[in-house]
């Protein structure tokens, strides 16, 4: 199985501070066949289903504002958010979706200083 | 829009059976795979398993392989989530969602396993 090591565990902010996530995984996730990343990141509020963000590495989804940022490749991986708004404060999970059985990272809090 | 729609969820005892199903609506439903995916009340997410579009293949996680069954019904745009043999560790919130990249989540059902 592939395990995803996501840092830090919490982390404290102020709005308008950049705030970065890490996510590092045991295998590449990298494709050989397409040169894609097969990496997400979510975001998950109290008493809420968690929200897909960015999915292969770098590809923002749709509606979601272009302070997220993805990037990396092969097997470590960084999620930033620039200009952090009150509204961002939630949990973040990256996940694996290159091989079954996926796998997420821990969660990162993200909390207002 | 697409929704989905978790229930099933209750209190069951350990070594005790436990059904969930998932109506979808807001998508061709026989089109897609479909996922389950827990979260424990540490809050860490796990993935269940999925299944195909026709239900004929079917993937689970190891920690619940040979408990858990994976089945869906097009007729009625429904996945379902047999539970067997449950142990406290799966007391979890169970969601269903649609892949590739579980762009949409239900609101999840509650399972706990408890005597």
């Known amino acids: 199985d592939i395990v995803m090591t996501q840092s830090p565990f919490s982390l404290a902010v102020s709005e308008g501070e950049m705030v970065t996530i890490n996510c590092k995984s045991s295998?590449?996730?990298?494709?050989?066949?397409?040169?894609?990343?097969?990496l997400a990141w979510y975001q998950q509020k109290p008493g809420q289903s968690p929200k897909l963000l960015i999915y292969y590495a770098s590809t923002r989804q749709s509606g979601v504002p272009d302070r997220f940022i993805g990037s990396g490749s092969g097997t470590d991986f960084t999620l930033t958010i620039s200009d952090v708004q009150a509204e961002d404060l939630a949990d973040y999970y990256c996940?694996?979706?290159?091989?079954?059985?996926?796998?997420f990272g821990a969660g990162t809090k993200l909390e207002l200083k | 829009e697409v929704q989905l729609v978790e229930s099933g969820g209750s209190l069951v005892q350990p070594g005790g059976s436990l059904k969930l199903s998932c109506v979808a609506s807001?998508?061709?439903?026989?089109?897609?795979?479909m996922d389950w995916v827990r979260q424990t009340p540490g809050k860490s997410l796990e993935w269940i398993g999925e299944?195909?579009?026709?239900?004929?293949?079917?993937n689970y996680a190891p920690s619940i392989k040979d408990r858990f069954t994976i089945s869906r019904d097009n007729a009625k745009s429904t996945l379902y989530l047999q539970m067997s043999n449950v142990k406290s560790d799966d007391t979890a919130i169970y969601y269903c969602?649609?892949?590739?990249?579980?762009?949409?989540w239900g609101q999840g059902t509650l399972v706990t396993v408890s005597s």
């Open positions: 295998q590449s996730l990298l494709s050989s066949g397409n040169q894609k990343n097969y």
């Open positions: 969602t649609r892949p590739r990249w579980f762009a949409y």
């Open positions: 807001g998508f061709t439903f026989s089109n897609y795979w």
């Open positions: 299944i195909n579009t026709d239900g004929s293949k079917t």
């Open positions: 996940l694996q979706h290159y091989s079954s059985p996926y796998t």
